[in-house]
Every structure is written in structure tokens, then in C-alpha cells.
């Protein structure tokens, strides 16, 4: 059972396919693309994990596994 602090959002396939942004590209995530099956996106700052999975899956023909978010600071 969900805790009643968390809403769930219904988003349509036109916000679904705002979510992810690009693809993000580095000598680490390649690796992880070569090894472990594994994909980076840079996303919405506003996009739960959820609405990470639906739009992956919308986008493409997958069954994701799991969604790991990273939130990093920007430079100063």
C-alpha cells in the first residue's frame, strides 16, 4: 500500500515524451552500456522515477528494470 504523502500523477503520452531530454553520454556510462545493459538519460528535473520508467517504455520497445536518478548540483 502507497503512503498518502505520495500523489499519483497520470501524465499522457504528449508529457511522457517531454520527460527525457537527451541522452547522456560519458566514458562511464558506456561502459555501463557494454557491461551491465545499462542506459543514461539526462531528464526533467521534475520527473519522478515513475514517469522515468513509463516514458523509456513509451519511447522504446523495453521492459525497464529498474531507474536509478542522480541529482547533481550545477557549478558555481
Do not use: C, W
Not at 497520470?10 to 547522456?24: D, I, Q, Y
Not at 521534475?46 to 531507474?67: G, H
Amino acid at each position: 500500500m502507497r503512503p498518502a504523502t505520495h500523489a499519483v500523477r497520470k501524465l499522457g503520452k504528449e508529457r511522457l515524451m517531454n520527460v527525457l531530454l537527451a541522452p547522456h553520454i560519458t566514458e562511464k556510462t558506456s561502459m555501463a552500456m557494454q557491461n551491465g545493459n545499462q542506459y543514461s538519460f539526462r531528464v526533467r528535473r521534475d520527473a519522478t522515477k515513475t514517469d522515468i520508467r513509463a516514458a523509456v517504455e513509451l519511447m522504446f520497445p523495453v521492459k525497464v528494470a529498474a531507474v536509478q536518478v542522480v541529482n547533481e548540483p550545477g557549478k558555481t
